[in-house]
């Protein structure tokens, strides 16, 4: 049973959260050769304060981002 973990951080409308776990396990599928029901996605929202590059959270980037404008 193989299973995928994603993270993405938090704010994607539901509908496209849907479409990626589809193309995920088609993917599985395609390249395992593995029943649809055997693939197990989770998908796991981090919120933007707790995401950090470089020791800057995605959040304060985006702060940054919009005092720079």
Known sequence: MPQV???VRDGR????IRRMISA???????N???PPETVRVIVT???TT???NG???LAEKAALDG???
């Open 5 to 7: 973990a994603i993270h």
């Open 13 to 16: 409308d539901p509908q496209s």
């Open 24 to 30: 995920v396990t088609r993917a599985v599928v395609d």
């Open 32 to 34: 395992l050769s593995v």
């Open 45 to 47: 929202e981090v919120p």
């Open 50 to 52: 707790h995401w950090a």
């Open 55 to 57: 020791d800057v959270t």
């Open 67 to 69: 005092v720079r404008r």
